[in-house]
């Protein structure tokens, strides 16, 4: 069984977490049979560490994480590598995907161009 987690960087209000918990609650409706948590960088729960924490005691034999970001910047290019190797460490036996950052992936970017476009039309 495959995990999923999807990765923000998180904030102090409550309130911004929720595209993000209806995007999880989406995948869950879409596709029950994958496992889906929602991680925080910061300030919000669960940690990265406890979202992979949760799926490995759910028995996934293998999860990916997909960064909620608009791009590589210094969280992505350092801090993450270092969590996923130390979450890696706590659970050799669950292989763990990184995936690229929403806002590199093309068709990411091309429906938010086709959305801008759509709004000014």
């Excluded at 869950?28 to 929602?38: G, I, K, S, T």
């Excluded at 590589?72 to 979450?87: F, N």
Aim: proline share 8%.
């Amino acid at each position: 069984m495959q995990g999923i987690v999807l990765f923000a960087h998180g904030a102090r209000d409550p309130e911004w977490a929720r595209p993000f918990e209806a995007m999880r609650e989406r995948l869950r409706a879409r596709r029950p049979e994958f496992p889906v948590e929602l991680a925080f960088l910061e300030r919000m729960e669960p940690t990265l560490e406890g979202a992979v924490d949760t799926l490995a005691t759910r028995g996934v034999s293998a999860i990916t994480v997909f960064p909620i970001f608009m791009a590589q910047g210094g969280h992505l290019k350092h801090d993450l590598p270092r969590m996923i190797e130390a979450i890696r460490a706590k659970h050799p036996r669950v292989p763990i995907a990184l995936a690229s950052a929403v806002g590199e992936v093309p068709e990411i970017v091309e429906a938010i161009a086709d959305w801008v476009l759509r709004s000014v039309d």
